[in-house]
């Protein structure tokens, strides 16, 4: 039996150079196709500026803190494993953590609290939790590129929203994966706290069982009154 290896014509030089280790998968009727091709994240989007990268966690969850991270990469940076936090096993994303805060240049988390949220709503939390990270950064950025489609001028930098950038530029996937570790940290310290919720299984997201032991124990002082917590467009307790 003969074998074909399919290899697109669009193959990148990086690629081409690394051939010879890429991974390969044995295909139904003996064709031969090549895994992870060209899937290296890219190192910058703006030329000759230094470069932060922004990304949140925890923006549609019912309960706890939205965490937002900003990295700074050095320039051509490398690291085929980076990609984004939600496409990572959680060991694979600790691991990553170790990697990103040895190599980066700077980075750093910011945070906004329940309170904060539902005072001034999630997405300009969100910016909040972003501006606060960039605030901490012992390096100054010249630009900001930031994960979705919105954001909030910090300062006067110029900045580039790129939807699903997580998976396209390592340092927006590298703040990924620092915001979403960060955040677990924080939600399964609450899970010892209140346990009934299985926030160290759904890290506060809606899940059935989350609003179950809502409706069963109300609400703790890590829920953002806000939401529609119940799922039910009504909110029925007394706060």
């Not at 994240?41 to 230094?50: A, I, M, P, R, T």
């Not at 919720?197 to 409706?215: E, F």
């Amino acid at each position: 039996m003969v074998y074909v290896c399919k290899v697109s014509s669009m193959m990148c030089t990086g690629c081409s150079l690394q051939i010879f280790s890429l991974l390969f998968n044995f295909k139904t009727k003996g064709l031969l196709t090549v895994k992870g091709l060209c899937s290296m994240l890219k190192s910058h989007y703006y030329d000759n500026l230094v470069e932060a990268g922004c990304d949140e966690a925890g923006r549609g969850c019912l309960a706890g803190s939205v965490y937002a991270a900003a990295v700074i990469l050095p320039p051509d940076y490398e690291n085929d494993l980076l990609n984004d936090s939600k496409k990572l096993t959680a060991k694979k994303r600790y691991a990553l953590r170790e990697v990103i805060q040895r190599d980066a240049l700077a980075w750093a988390v910011g945070i906004v609290t329940p309170e904060e949220i539902d005072k001034i709503n999630i997405l300009n939390a969100s910016f909040l939790a972003m501006h606060r990270a960039l605030d901490q950064l012992s390096l100054r950025p010249e630009a900001v590129i930031v994960d979705g489609n919105r954001f909030k001028p910090y300062q006067d930098l110029p900045f580039t929203t790129i939807v699903k950038g997580d998976g396209k530029y390592l340092s927006i996937a590298a703040a990924s994966v620092l915001a979403k570790t960060y955040r677990d940290d924080y939600m399964l310290g609450l899970a010892k706290e209140y346990p009934q919720y299985d926030w160290q299984s759904n890290m506060g997201y809606p899940t059935k069982k989350h609003r179950q032991a809502i409706r069963d124990h109300g609400i703790t002082p890590y829920h953002r009154k806000s939401y529609n917590l119940l799922g039910d467009g009504q909110l029925s307790f007394d706060f």
